[in-house]
């Protein structure tokens, strides 16, 4: 499958490199270009035990890419994790600002059907909002579909957690 994955942080990375692992074609995409030159030379971005080794392995067998063109992550992508950070806002709730923007990229870059699937931590309400931003911007008669898929990531351990998690 082929699978794209918005944000390169402690969740989207763990997931990128995880989904390779077990086969799919992954492209990771993010804004920040240093931390996208880093991932390219081999080199993780986070303290996660074992997952550079993944990472670098997948990257040789052609299933890891990162980018920060979402035109080259989007492409024929049938699955795009949205893992983006939602920093806490002033009044202590969760800022979905970069979601939104996410969805936004989104919309304006697919051609073709897909799954979107929020693996940011966000509040309840969130999955029907970001399917009105996907709707609202959309350039290519497409269906989107949104779904969730929280997550339980423990640092240290992720790796772990990702292959026997111990919820579901």
């Known amino acids: 499958m082929k699978i794209a994955v918005i944000g390169t942080g402690y969740v989207g990375l763990v997931t990128g490199v995880s989904l390779a692992e077990i086969g799919h074609h992954v492209r990771c ?21 074992g997952l550079e080794e993944l990472m670098v392995k997948n990257m040789a067998k ?28 002033e009044d202590g709730s969760a800022n979905t600002q970069f979601v939104e923007q996410a969805a936004k990229q989104i919309a304006t870059t697919i051609r073709d059907d897909v799954v979107v699937v929020m693996k940011s931590t966000v509040p309840v309400g969130t999955n029907d909002r970001i ?16 779904v969730s898929n929280p997550e339980f990531l423990r640092e240290g351990s992720a790796i772990e957690d990702a292959f026997r998690g111990d919820r579901m």
């Open 62 to 89: 052609g299933r890891l890419y990162f980018t920060t063109d979402y035109e080259v992550a989007l492409e024929q992508a049938q699955v795009i994790y949205i893992a983006v950070g939602t920093p806490e806002s």
């Open 131 to 146: 399917y009105q931003v996907l709707q609202e911007h959309l350039k290519h008669n497409v269906r989107v579909d949104v």
């Open 29 to 49: 995409v993010d804004v920040d270009v240093r931390k996208i030159e880093q991932l390219r030379t081999g080199k993780v971005t986070i303290w996660e035990p």
